[in-house]
């Protein structure tokens, strides 16, 4: 099948090249020249395993191609995806002139019968406004279909996510325009869903909204561990073994980030409130997980003697969760910025995000690796769980600090072993743990 990409960030650029490398003739375009530039010299613009050995892979069988001339990928097409970005606005709505304007081009460009499919994360409606604004807008008198086909895909497992998803969900006007979609997605063999536009829509933000609340619910349970004398720890486990409950994003820490929880639990927010719906367990998400790094770092300057001006503290991870290069949203960013407010000096080293956290905050020290780091702090501050960081020589990482204070924010090290080690151990909902925990 001939496929138009637009957009080629995390979704769209996984998107097409699996596409293709299932043997469609795939064209992703992208407004960023720079970007599409990059991609034509073989160049990946983000991080993702194992996407530049498959981009270089279609690229060379002719079947992955890349443009910024949207109206040339579109007449090509049979299909249309949209995957550009709709990060939020200040009232938690999602920003959606990106959508909009690829319909209006899209729609210019329509030449004959096309399915456009919606893959961005959208409002319930946004189906609706897209027809709208292709059939206003189109100077043919073509037919065309819209569709919602919403994405799971996690940063850092894009590709396998995309490849070997749980479910894959179709929202479709009528069952021929269904399986037109159905048919592309048959050669992985996964479970789909053949629904409406509207459940499609809201199935990824419902979906989305209830792992922030396991993770917001989760860090409450450790807040009250932490004043009990019970461990998280072995908490989360004896709930996750619960076959209705499971154990994954029970993971206590700083909270949730990155581009899509924090956006997407607000706009459903702002969804439920419109329709005179008030989401108060959603709200209450959001609020636990906005207090969850305030919480740690009260806690740090407490150990800090009160202060952290003219402290040094050390930053471990930096991307909003481990195996991606993405800050968007990274409570690394905030706990960075209020220290930064607070007069402390900070070093920082994360395995791939540096480049783009430089961009971020250029006026702090980046490190070479984690030693590098926790030369001379204060205190050391694990953020971001990357693997790198479970097997460091932890004995020269508290010999080469000035105090050996360590705030693991992802509950990553044994707090009993990290004690004996004569840290000064913090971690959340583990502080008066007495067993030890085998795991690393
Ligand atoms: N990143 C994820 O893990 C993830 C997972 C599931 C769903 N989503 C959703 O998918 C959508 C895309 O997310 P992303 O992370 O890939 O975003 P992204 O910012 O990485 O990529 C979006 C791309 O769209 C391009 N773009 C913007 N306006 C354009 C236009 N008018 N014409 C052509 N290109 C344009 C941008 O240049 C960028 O390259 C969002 O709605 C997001 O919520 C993201």
Redesign the pocket.
């Known amino acids: 099948m001939n496929i138009c990409v ?7 650029l996984v998107t097409g090249s699996v596409f293709s490398d299932l043997g469609n003739e795939v064209i992703c ?4 020249a720079e ?1 599409i530039a990059m991609l034509e010299r073989g160049e990946m613009p983000i991080y993702e395993p194992g996407l530049e050995e498959m981009v270089k892979r279609n690229r060379e069988d002719h079947r992955l191609f890349f443009t910024t001339d ?1 109206t040339y990928a579109v007449e090509r097409s049979d299909v249309v995806f949209i ?4 990060p939020p606005t200040e009232t938690g709505d999602p920003d959606m002139r ?1 959508i909009q ?2 319909a209006r081009g899209i729609a210019r460009a329509l030449n004959r019968y096309k399915v456009i499919v919606n ?3 959208v409002p319930v409606g946004t189906g609706d406004m897209v027809r709208e604004i292709i059939e206003t807008n189109r100077v043919r008198n073509v037919d065309f279909d819209v569709v919602s086909n919403p ?5 850092g497992s894009a590709i396998k996510d995309t490849l070997e998803p749980d479910r894959i969900v179709i929202g479709a006007p009528n069952h021929v325009v269904a399986m037109k979609i159905l048919e592309l997605y048959a050669p992985l063999e996964r479970p789909m869903i053949i629904t409406d536009v509207a459940s499609a829509e809201m199935i990824k933000y419902a979906s989305n909204a209830f792992l922030a609340t396991k993770i917001s619910f989760a860090n409450t349970i450790a807040n009250i561990c932490d004043q009990v004398g019970a461990d998280v720890a072995q908490v989360v486990k004896g709930m996750g073994l619960d076959s209705r409950i499971g154990p994954a994003f029970l993971n206590p820490g700083l909270g949730y980030g990155g ?2 929880f924090p956006k997407d639990t607000a706009a459903l927010v702002r969804t439920a409130e419109k329709v005179g719906v008030d989401f108060k367990i959603l709200r209450a998400v959001m609020d636990v997980n906005a207090e969850q790094p305030i919480r740690f770092l009260d806690r740090l300057r407490a150990a800090l003697d009160g202060s952290f001006d003219g402290k040094t503290i050390g930053i471990l991870g930096l991307a909003f969760k481990p195996n991606t290069d993405d800050m968007r949203d990274a409570k690394s960013v905030e706990i960075i910025a209020r220290l930064l407010a607070e007069n402390a000096e900070v070093k920082a080293y994360d395995p791939i995000a540096m480049d783009n956290a430089r961009r971020i905050f250029p006026q702090i020290c980046y490190g070479k690796n984690a030693y590098d780091v926790a030369q001379d702090a204060d205190a050391l501050v694990i953020v971001t769980e990357w693997n790198e960081f479970k097997l460091l020589d932890m004995e020269r990482i508290k010999s080469s600090m000035r105090r050996p204070i360590l705030f693991d924010g992802r509950n990553i090290y044994d707090p009993i072993r990290m004690r004996r080690l004569g840290f000064e151990y913090q971690c959340v909902g583990r502080t008066r743990a007495t067993i030890p925990n085998h795991r690393h």
């Open positions: 637009v957009g080629t960030g995390y979704v769209g375009v992208d407004n960023n970007k949207l995957c550009v970005g709709t990106a304007e690829v893959k961005s994360t994405e799971f895909l996690r940063e581009s899509c």
